[in-house]
């Protein structure tokens, strides 16, 4: 279980590991400035289901590293451009 100040072995865009507790500073391609917390939690997610199972979607909690702003739980991905976000996030303290 992660900690406050335990690396998360995710790198921000200068290369400098993220840890649990960290701000970490966003800029969106319009410009918009995000700031995220990182937290290591649980949250609930709806997925889609493999085409065998019966149901098309089932809930399910993914247990993980979260990137916390303004109410909402983003996990980490990767963008079209194949960059993961945290690549382009800044650790701002």
Request: glycine content about 10%.
């Amino acid at each position: 279980m992660y900690k406050k100040g335990m690396i998360t072995g995710l790198k921000d865009k200068n290369g400098i590991d993220i840890k649990v507790g960290n701000k970490v500073r966003l800029v969106l391609p319009d410009g918009e400035v995000r700031v995220f917390l990182v937290e290591y939690k649980t949250i609930g997610r709806m997925v889609k289901s493999h085409p065998d199972f019966d149901e098309p979607y089932a809930d399910v909690n993914i247990t993980g590293i979260v990137f916390s702003w303004n109410g909402y739980n983003l996990l980490p991905c990767v963008g079209k451009d194949r960059i993961p976000d945290n690549e382009k996030m800044e650790i701002i303290n």
